[in-house]
């Protein structure tokens, strides 16, 4: 077995703990890493400082920013009466590659899952529920993944939402059933928008 040094394990180890990267190419990270100028290594731990330091989540929607409300929120060529409820912020990253939604997001950062100890307190339910009683909203438009968790807070946040007298849509079925919308094209997500029904 290759022996690396601590530091070389260290970095691995930190690349390791990325989304979707295993230990090979946490490997090959590493490597890439050593080949590059002191000065250009420098500059990548310096941006992840950086965006640790600076970004943070909009006390509005809960999109990250780094200004409190974020861009999102103030635009004001946006329409204040329709709201988009994701469930995480590549969420809305991939509808707004779409170009089209021109509504507010509300980012619950999660999804509920009882197996996983996951309910209604510890997603941003209730600072939704917050934006419906202090604005004019007439529709939410509920943009959950289409997984079992996904239906299953589509269901949960459509009964708690009726009582506002608000309209409750949800994505047109366009987008495959377990998948994330994060990896879905901006044709389907466009397709699944204007797609949307009530629930």
Known sequence: ??????????????????????????????????????QDALALGEAVRELKERTRFCSRCFYFTEEDPCPLCTDVGRDDQLICVVEEPQDVIAIERSRSFRGRYHVLHGSLSPLDGIGPDDLKIDALLERLQQNNVKEVLLATNFDVEGEATALYLAKVIQPFGVKVTRLAHGIPTGSDLEYVDEATVNHAVEGRREL
């Open 1 to 38: 077995m290759v022996k690396f040094t601590p530091s070389f394990n260290r970095l691995v180890g930190e690349f390791a703990k990325l989304p979707g990267i295993g230990r090979k190419t946490a490997v090959r990270l590493t490597l890439f890493m050593l080949r590059q100028t002191s």
